[in-house]
T-cell receptor, first 114, second 117 residues
Framework: DAKTTQPPSMDCAEGRAANLPCNHSTISGNEYVYWYRQIHSQGPQYIIHGLKNNETNEMASLIITEDRKSSTLILPHATLRDTAVYYCIVRPRFSGGGADGLTFGKGTHLIIQP | DTEVTQTPKHLVMGMTNKKSLKCEQHMGHRAMYWYKQKAKKPPELMFVYSYEKLSINESVPSRFSPECPNSSLLNLHLHALQPEDSALYLC????????????????FGEGSRLTVL
């Protein structure tokens, strides 16, 4: 899997948009960008993924640059419950039809301030 | 049912004990995973099962023994562990290629927190 670089921590005020950056300059053409988050003492939770187009779901938006070398996860109206470690992961969606798991980097610890 | 259920939630064991962690899912996923997570570190992949067959072993010591008795269950048998094996053990599952609408998403359980004394 290609490597990703994320800031170790970020703060955001409650109610504001949280913008989490991720650099993945060595991403391959068949690799997707996935975002997961892990709230303290819970298992990781899938947020969103994309290949090259911007994506939006009920949790977040994913903006991928045209050259695909970086992306931004946007939580539009952050709440205290969004405090978590956010992981940006790049990987092929299917690896030979089998399963290869996810390789987690260090992620960004997002702290939502009241 | 979109849950991965792990039991027990907490386990304390001595270095000479034998214990097992259990993971169950009823989403029809044919890939299942074990991860280990130390405090303030990201999860690390240990084992992957595809169609109930071990497909990936990330050089895990033999004191950890995985087992996939059927497509819904995944066990991790523990024997002669060391204090440094104390960690949160996470189970996950996912669809495999060909299994319908597959986004590549992994579904994680809440984990079993293991303390080895």
């Amino acid at each position: 899997d290609a490597k990703t670089t994320q800031p170790p921590s970020m703060d955001c005020a409650e109610g504001r948009a949280a913008n989490l950056p991720c650099n993945h300059s060595t991403i391959s053409g068949n690799e997707y960008v996935y975002w997961y988050r892990q709230i303290h003492s819970q298992g990781p939770q899938y947020i969103i993924h994309g290949l090259k187009n911007n994506e939006t779901n009920e949790m977040a938006s994913l903006i991928i640059t045209e050259d695909r070398k970086s992306s931004t996860l946007i939580l539009p109206h952050a709440t205290l419950r969004d405090t978590a470690v956010y992981y940006c992961i790049v990987r092929p969606r299917f690896s030979g039809g089998g399963a290869d798991g996810l390789t987690f980097g260090k992620g960004t610890h997002l702290i939502i301030q009241p | 049912d979109t849950e991965v259920t792990q039991t027990p939630k907490h386990l304390v064991m001595g270095m000479t004990n034998k214990k097992s962690l259990k993971c169950e899912q009823h989403m029809g996923h044919r890939a299942m995973y074990w991860y280990k997570q130390k405090a303030k570190k990201p999860p690390e992949l240990m084992f992957v099962y595809s169609y109930e067959k071990l497909s990936i072993n990330e050089s895990v010591p033999s004191r950890f023994s995985p087992e996939c008795p059927n497509s819904s269950l995944l066990n991790l048998h523990l024997h002669a562990l060391q204090p440094e094996d104390s960690a949160l053990y996470l189970c996950a599952s996912s669809l495999l290629l060909g299994q319908g609408a597959n986004t590549g998403e992994l579904f994680f359980g809440e984990g079993s927190r293991l303390t080895v004394l």
